[in-house]
């Protein structure tokens, strides 16, 4: 397991940014891949990017795909997510989560591929 705690949610206006940083505890977490998810009120928890364990491989959601960008410093043990131009509709709580299991290291989109979780950070955008 690779403990998890996310920071940098908060209330924007659309058009703002914000930054979200997960830091990660354990060695594990220079070798595993990481991604961000977001779930908004009512509905199923969505994948939004995910990186891989050096940093040479990223995907994202077309939903953010031209707004978003995650990055990661091994050397902090810390995956980042900054958002721009953001919108209404990006409104959710943000979770920062671990690849586990087989081939950890490559990215992955779907939320069963992740096994260790954040506790989440709410991130609200205004019109």
């Known amino acids: 397991q690779v403990p998890l705690v996310e920071s940098g949610g908060g209330l924007a206006q659309a058009g703002g940014s914000l930054r979200l940083s997960c830091a990660a505890s354990?060695?594990?977490?220079?070798?595993?891949?990481m991604g961000w998810f977001r779930q908004a009120p009512g509905k199923e928890r969505n994948f939004v990017a995910a990186i891989n364990w050096n940093g040479g491989s990223t995907v994202y959601a077309d939903s953010v795909k031209t707004r978003f960008t995650i990055s990661r410093d091994n050397a902090k043990n810390t995956v980042y997510l900054q958002m721009n131009s953001l919108k209404p509709e990006d409104t959710a709580v943000y979770y920062c989560a671990a690849r586990t299991g087989d081939s950890y290291y490559n990215t992955a989109t779907k939320s069963e591929d992740f096994g260790a979780w954040g506790q989440g950070t709410q991130v609200t955008v205004s019109t």
């Open positions: 354990g060695l594990t977490f220079k070798t595993a891949a």
